[in-house]
């Protein structure tokens, strides 16, 4: 079947730091990532759209200055989130799916918290 | 735009009894796909339903949804509630894009 892995799931990182994160898919090519933060109201916020061989597309209010977006294959992608602040706060899901299929598989999320 | 409306943030309802979770969207589209989420406590949101055909009823784990494009709808029922599925619960219609309801919470008493 088709998973998801995402790590680290929790990190605690003092404010002004950065945090990696990273996604890999199992079972299937995932020729699409769509990084996602959940707000605390559970909202989901669609912060970019990687897709193998084009550009990645950012969201209003989400640049790639602040989450660089690595999708090197089709297995695996990385975003890291540079100079964490409050702001940043929250639960960090990566979801993925393949060229064929509209299937959105998420990851199991990196909860990012500042200090 | 495309957008997707899930008019209750909270649902309660009691063991045993129906419930029913409201899902609405507009599409500029003609090929999409539906799908209802689930998502636990501490845990990543799951595919719980999923279709793409017009007025078929699609079914898993005892929920059911029906594609209305008439009305632009993909209720979500199920005719017993049980304890175990309280939790998190968006619509999402996929094209190119993927739009997320903003979740109804789920919560089923004894």
């Known amino acids: 079947g088709a998973l998801v892995y995402q790590y680290p799931r929790r990190t605690i990182c003092k404010s002004g730091t950065s945090m990696r994160m990273e996604c890999q898919a199992v079972?299937?090519?995932?020729?699409?990532v769509a990084w996602y933060r959940q707000s605390p109201q559970k909202t989901f916020e669609l912060i970019a759209l990687?897709?193998?061989?084009?550009?990645?597309?950012?969201e209003q209010n989400f640049t790639q200055e602040k989450f660089p977006i690595s999708h090197p294959n089709l297995s695996f992608s990385s975003m890291t989130v540079l100079n964490a602040y409050l702001e940043d706060r929250g639960l960090y899901l990566c979801?993925?799916?393949?060229?064929?299929?509209?299937?959105?598989?998420f990851g199991e999320g990196s909860r990012l918290i500042v200090v | 735009g495309d957008s997707v409306t899930q008019t209750e943030g909270l649902v309660t309802v009691t063991e045993g009894l129906p419930v029913k979770l409201n899902c609405t969207y507009q599409?500029?589209?003609?090929?999409?796909?539906f799908f209802w989420y689930v998502q636990y406590l501490n845990e990543a949101p799951q595919v719980l339903l999923k279709?793409?055909?017009?007025?078929k009823r699609t079914e898993h784990q005892g929920f059911h949804a029906t594609l209305h494009k008439s009305s632009s709808s993909f209720h979500l029922q199920k005719s017993s509630a049980q304890l175990s599925d309280s939790a998190l619960y968006y619509c999402?219609?996929?094209?190119?894009?993927?739009?997320f309801g903003d979740g109804t919470q789920l919560v089923v008493k004894p």
């Open positions: 279709s793409s055909t017009d007025n």
């Open positions: 979801g993925a799916r393949q060229y064929s299929g509209n299937t959105l598989y």
């Open positions: 990687s897709t193998v061989n084009s550009a990645i597309k950012y």
């Open positions: 599409t500029t589209y003609l090929t999409i796909a």
């Open positions: 999402v219609h996929s094209n190119n894009r993927i739009f």
């Open positions: 079972g299937f090519q995932a020729t699409s």
